[in-house]
């Protein structure tokens, strides 16, 4: 599965990205879906995530009521729309999907097989 990540960059405190996640040849069908982030210096950690069936939705704590993931009705496109943006959301965002991650297990970078290259989003104060 590849995956490409667009969407990121610049932005002032408070504004707004549409991150996108497309994926090649096939649709997400089946595939648990999620974003991650990367701060310099710190551990790759889940932003928000769509379970195999898509029926369920997962946020960090951290992003709860700023953040939403979506996906188009291909199911070939996933999409973050990032609100209310903070200096602390700075970081690499990278999407990633696989077929057997589990809804218990979805926050967890290592479950995931399939990743894309990450797209950068710096909120500046």
């Known amino acids: 599965v590849q995956l490409q990540a667009s969407g990121g960059g610049l932005v002032q405190v408070g504004g707004s990205l549409r991150l996108s996640c497309a994926a090649s040849?096939?649709?997400?069908?089946?595939?648990?879906v999620a974003w991650f982030r990367q701060a310099p210096g710190k551990e790759r950690e889940f932003v928000a995530g769509?379970?195999?069936?898509?029926?369920?939705?997962s946020y960090a704590d951290s992003v709860k009521g700023r953040f939403t993931i979506s996906r188009d009705n291909a199911m070939n496109t996933v999409y973050l729309q990032m609100n209310s943006l903070k200096p602390e959301d700075t970081a690499v965002y990278y999407c990633?999907?696989?077929?057997?991650?589990?809804?218990?297990?979805?926050?967890?970078?290592?479950?995931?097989?399939?990743w894309g290259q990450g797209t950068l989003v710096t909120v500046s104060s």
């Open positions: 769509f379970s195999r069936s898509g029926g369920r939705t």
């Open positions: 990633a999907v696989d077929p057997s991650v589990i809804t218990s297990s979805q926050t967890m970078a290592a479950q995931y097989d399939y």
């Open positions: 040849g096939r649709t997400f069908r089946g595939y648990a």
